[in-house]
């Protein structure tokens, strides 16, 4: 639904040329919610901004629904962004119109019929759960009831795609969840594509397909969100999930790690059937060793749950052998961080 080849984007700024995207290419298939990620300034905003040209790219291909926009005339890019929906951080409704009337702007602008405006808007009021705010202004809403509104508006010319530019940032976290859910029933039910750009983590564990991570203009990984969050492919993607796990071990512990010592000191990734599985259990039976559990929890990725551990072994060296051996046999990730003295 969304293809874009080797685009990038610059700028002249102060006498210099900044490069904001480089060469950056993502597929975006029908019916996905794709997430981009990155630190502030990486070019994400660019980047979406990119898709129905707000931004024009320097140079590459912008592909939707089949169409390159870059290629097209005034009239037919207009024509085409009539597919593309958008919505921002800040809900840009007009102050002086009502819910419903924000609603039919869109379709006012394309020339609908007073008939389809009438039935549309109820349509999307119902789906955006607005239907005692037909007759609000914006001034009476929450800011979650905006940003209903704006979506709403976005999807009044039967948008195909969904741009979302940091349109939960501003939202406090129960009005977020409520805002994810929506934006998932309406994927679901309605099989639009949604591209979103965030830098809540969350946002993209919650709903997203997959994700890509932006550095500096860069493009340094496109993953799954399963893999991302249980096994990412860059440095950078590590640092992210490190730093939302918080799943480190405590400064009594990582005092006494050594490269080597009298007991492996473990962190363990358990995921789909293996976090129902009772595998350090099992470990402690068939290898006599005992397990002592520093930290666990549990978290659902998108369709998946993933279990993290940080345990330490505690046995005989060659008993001790044996069990890392079988554990790195099982469908679990393993890894040493370290070793304790037993006379610590």
């Given at each position: 639904?969304?293809?874009?080849?080797?685009?990038?984007?610059?700028f002249q700024q102060?006498g210099?040329?900044?490069?904001?995207?480089?060469?950056?290419?993502?597929n975006?298939?029908?019916?996905?919610?794709?997430g981009?990620?990155?630190?502030?300034?990486?070019?994400?905003s660019?980047?979406?901004r990119c898709?129905?040209l707000l931004?024009?790219p320097?140079?590459?291909?912008v592909?939707?629904?089949?169409?390159?926009l870059t290629?097209?005339s005034?009239?037919?890019?207009?024509?085409?962004?009539h597919n593309?929906g958008?919505?921002?951080q800040?809900?840009?409704?007009l102050?002086?119109r009502?819910v419903a009337?924000?609603?039919a702007?869109?379709?006012?602008l394309?020339?609908?019929?007073?008939a389809h405006i009438?039935?549309k808007?109820?349509n999307l009021?119902?789906?955006t759960?607005?239907s005692?705010?037909a007759?609000?202004?914006?001034?009476?809403l929450?800011g979650?009831?905006?940003?209903?509104v704006?979506?709403a508006?976005?999807?009044?010319?039967?948008?195909?795609v969904?741009?979302?530019?940091e349109?939960t940032?501003a939202?406090?976290?129960?009005t977020?969840?409520?805002?994810?859910?929506?934006?998932k029933?309406?994927n679901?039910k309605?099989g639009v594509?949604?591209l979103?750009?965030?830098?809540?983590m969350?946002v993209?564990?919650?709903?997203c397909d997959k994700?890509a991570?932006?550095d500096r203009?860069e493009?340094?990984?496109?993953n799954?969100?399963?893999g991302?969050f249980?096994a990412?492919?860059?440095?950078?993607?590590?640092?992210?999930v490190?730093q939302?796990?918080?799943?480190?071990?405590?400064?009594?512990?990582?005092?006494?790690?050594?490269?080597?010592?009298?007991?492996?000191?473990?962190?363990?990734l358990f995921?789909?059937a293996?976090v129902?599985?009772?595998?350090?259990s099992s470990?402690?039976?068939?290898?006599?060793v005992n397990?002592?559990?520093?930290q666990a929890?549990?978290?659902?990725?998108?369709t998946?749950?993933a279990?993290?551990m940080?345990?330490?072994?505690?046995g005989?060296?060659?008993?001790?052998?044996?069990?890392?051996?079988?554990?790195h046999?099982?469908?679990?990730?393993?890894?040493?961080?370290g070793y304790v003295?037993a006379?610590?």
């Amino acid at each position: 639904m969304i293809t874009l080849n080797n685009i990038s984007k610059t700028f002249q700024q102060g006498g210099r040329t900044v490069t904001a995207l480089n060469n950056i290419t993502l597929n975006v298939a029908a019916g996905e919610i794709y997430g981009v990620v990155g630190e502030s300034g990486a070019g994400k905003s660019t980047l979406i901004r990119c898709v129905n040209l707000l931004e024009r790219p320097s140079q590459g291909e912008v592909i939707v629904d089949g169409q390159d926009l870059t290629k097209l005339s005034t009239a037919a890019l207009f024509k085409a962004r009539h597919n593309i929906g958008m919505i921002f951080q800040h809900f840009n409704l007009l102050s002086g119109r009502t819910v419903a009337e924000n609603i039919a702007l869109p379709l006012e602008l394309i020339g609908a019929s007073k008939a389809h405006i009438r039935e549309k808007v109820q349509n999307l009021i119902d789906l955006t759960g607005l239907s005692e705010k037909a007759n609000y202004f914006p001034s009476q809403l929450s800011g979650g009831q905006k940003q209903r509104v704006a979506i709403a508006r976005a999807l009044a010319s039967e948008s195909k795609v969904l741009l979302s530019d940091e349109a939960t940032s501003a939202l406090d976290p129960k009005t977020t969840d409520a805002i994810l859910s929506l934006l998932k029933e309406i994927n679901q039910k309605l099989g639009v594509t949604i591209l979103l750009i965030t830098h809540e983590m969350e946002v993209v564990k919650k709903i997203c397909d997959k994700v890509a991570l932006l550095d500096r203009g860069e493009l340094v990984e496109n993953n799954t969100v399963e893999g991302f969050f249980t096994a990412p492919q860059s440095e950078l993607g590590k640092h992210f999930v490190e730093q939302i796990q918080k799943f480190d071990l405590p400064e009594s512990y990582s005092q006494r790690l050594r490269p080597n010592g009298d007991y492996p000191v473990l962190k363990l990734l358990f995921q789909g059937a293996a976090v129902d599985e009772p595998v350090l259990s099992s470990l402690a039976r068939q290898f006599d060793v005992n397990v002592s559990i520093i930290q666990a929890k549990v978290e659902h990725i998108a369709t998946i749950t993933a279990g993290f551990m940080i345990a330490e072994l505690i046995g005989e060296k060659e008993k001790i052998s044996r069990a890392l051996n079988w554990l790195h046999s099982q469908p679990l990730k393993t890894e040493i961080l370290g070793y304790v003295s037993a006379n610590d």
